[in-house]
């Protein structure tokens, strides 16, 4: 016949439920610590997807410039381009203006990683070139 | 019937004289009819749970305000019960006051159920005795009528009708008790269904997060994927200025004999060399730089004039 006192029981239901409460708080606190890591880590992973697609890609920045040192208005420019493992460097002593407006358009109007440029004016109709491209 | 040889039977009064008990003794509680209050009623009701439920409203206005707890069993004969009103409180002071801790009492049984057998008047204790009146049984001083014998408590074979007493009745009203305690689990109930409902949902996310890594072919830590997008977006801004400065310079509004001799990037930093201008005439070009925002440092010197621009 020895019972509980229900006081007793009330406060340990009581102490339950500040247990659950905080508990609730705890998961409350994780759900928006995830939700944010998350978020952060989805924008880390777009812009960072986006700009190795644009300056990683070196199979598609080569194919690219390849494409633009091969066209048709370029090959009367007398370039010397020399493709290297990382860059390419394009030289060029006497490069008719028409043909610098062209090249340049075509590489400044892409992505790539211009990280020299050099053109001096040696005659009304002529420059001297020298660029290095990047990847 | 269920005899319980093993424990010592009480008869329970406030009359009764200090009982000696060791330590540990159990006992077998018999209440005085003094201890509670008993009708004799027919009922239409055949379920003793019914009639349990009656039992506050059948005592209504016969006792005295009080706490009480109910308790009734079948007479033997259809329809009809004997119905009991105790204050718990009342019955445990008087147990304290008799030094016998609740724990060591094994059961309480009414003097009406126990005693119904009896024939005559019996002595009970040296000042009182017990008869039956009317199916009754009742409590009355030695004196008032002519006992036949003595009746032998260790003779008695309890029945089963026993109650528990209420030992916090007094100090939380049970329906109160119930209704806190029921609305306290539901609460934690539903807590812990909001618990772990938000927690699967961390978990879920968390997993998200983890996918992200493999979808995107992430670095395993965030510390060199920030690295390595820290480098990307140094390269982009530097270029989208590159190309916002040269295209700043290469639409330059020249005078008639001005010329661009020469454009030099290298090392994030443009030179620009100008033949031609005259050396306070240099405003159509440096104040359009300024307009669009390019920050540069001019010079004149032997007729050129040169502006550097650091990206």
Redesign the interface.
Known sequence: MNRINPIYILVLLFVVLLVMFYKLDSAKAELKTNLASYAKTENVAIKLSSLKETYGDKQKIKKSLQKILKHSSLKSAGLNAKFKNSSLVIESKGIDKNNLNFLISKIVNSSFVVSSMKVRRISPSKAELFMEIRW | MRFNAKHKLLFLDPNIDKVSLHVEEKVNIILSPSLYWVKKVTLPVSNLRDVKKLLPTLFEDIIPDGVYSYSAYKSGIDSEYFIFAYEDKKILDLLVKQNIP??N????HFAQSEFSGIKNAMKINERQSVYIKDDIVVLVPCCWIEEKGELDLSSITLSKHKV?????GH??E?KS?YG??SA??V??LI??I??FS??S??QN??D??DN??S????KPT?FE??A??KK??N??NK?ML??KY??SILNLKLKKDE?????????NSIKVNFSGVLKNKTSHISSVLKDKGVKFVDNYKNGIYSLEIEL
């Open positions: 609740i724990s009492v094994s059961s309480v528990s007493l209420q030992q916090f100090i939380v049970m008790f806190i305690a306290m689990i609460l934690i807590l812990g909001e618990v938000i927690s949902k961390a996310i968390a998200k997060r992200i890594f979808t995107y072919n992430l965030m994927n920030n390595i997008l990307y977006e390269i982009h270029q590159f190309r040269l295209s010329k661009m001799t020469l454009f030099n990037f290298k090392n």
